[in-house]
């Protein structure tokens, strides 16, 4: 596995991205690529701390999908993880970051529902009725 760079978004951000390679040559191409799309991501939620991008390539002629892109973003105490695969670099990439654009949306609103609700249930407590 070969060690990709660190990027980070802005000198005031504390978020990075982290790029690896297996089985493929990490070019600052698909470096900036990673950057431009994950930088999209994050832009939705601020309290992302870090991103790891794996991306891989299986060198069997069989496999139609070979190219897949992995990504492991660390938010708070959770981690959300996505993989896709396509028939490309870039198209996995895109596919990948759609998928964590999707999840990490889902993950904010539902904190943000949580925090609007007061902790509160929504189910009303049933009403005991008197007879006679």
Do not use: W
Request: glycine fraction near 6%; charged fraction near 35%.
């Amino acid at each position: 596995m070969r060690e990709g760079e660190v990027l980070a978004l802005d000198k005031e951000s504390t978020m990075h991205i982290h790029v690896n390679g297996r089985n493929i040559e990490i070019t600052d191409a698909i470096k900036a690529y990673v950057k431009e799309k994950a930088g999209k991501v994050a832009a939705h939620y601020e309290q992302i701390d870090a991103i790891d991008v794996i991306l891989s390539v299986i060198k069997n002629p069989s496999v139609n999908d070979s190219h897949i892109a992995e990504v492991n973003c660390k938010l708070g105490g959770e981690t959300i993880r996505v993989e896709e695969r396509a028939e490309n670099m870039y198209a996995s990439i895109d596919l990948v970051c759609d998928k964590l654009d999707r999840q990490v949306r889902k993950f904010k609103e539902k904190g943000l529902s949580k925090s609007s609700s007061g902790g509160e249930s929504i189910r009303t407590p049933l009403k005991e009725t008197e007879t006679v």
